[in-house]
Nanobody, 123 residues
Framework: VQLQASGGGLVQPGGSLRLSCAAS????????MGWFRQPPGKEREFVAG????????NYADSVKGRCTVSRDNAKNTVYLQMDSLKPEDTAVYYC?????????????????WGQGTQVTVSS
């Protein structure tokens, strides 16, 4: 199982980024997927999750209305579109595979993790 996150970078407040997570080594369409982030000096926190079909999604309150999680099962890729970015969104962002078909709100609900991609929001 491999998860390769990409798309991070430096962006000004109010800007947008689209993160991607390319999956391989398993049947992608059988698993829920999640995005987490770890701000400097803080614990890893849930950002967004999607069910295996993409029909069910969930977001942390801190990003609700500003982020959209989606997936393309034909391309084995899950995305996180982030808009209206704030300095407090600065973190390393990770994608992860859920143990089951749905997303989970806690890191303990995931068995494989990508390597992370840095998002920095600063003027």
């Amino acid at each position: 199982v491999q998860l390769q996150a990409s798309g991070g970078g430096l962006v000004q407040p109010g800007g947008s980024l689209r993160l991607s997570c390319a999956a391989s080594g398993f049947t992608f369409s059988s698993y829920g997927m999640g995005w987490f982030r770890q701000p400097p000096g803080k614990e890893r926190e849930f950002v967004a999750g999607t069910s295996r079909s993409g029909g069910s999604t969930n977001y942390a309150d801190s990003v609700k209305g500003r982020c959209t999680v989606s997936r393309d099962n034909a391309k084995n890729t899950v995305y996180l579109q982030m808009d209206s970015l704030k300095p407090e969104d600065t973190a390393v962002y990770y994608c992860a595979r859920s143990f089951g078909v749905m997303w989970a709100a806690r890191p303990s609900g995931y068995d494989y993790w990508g390597q992370g991609t840095q998002v920095t929001v600063s003027s």
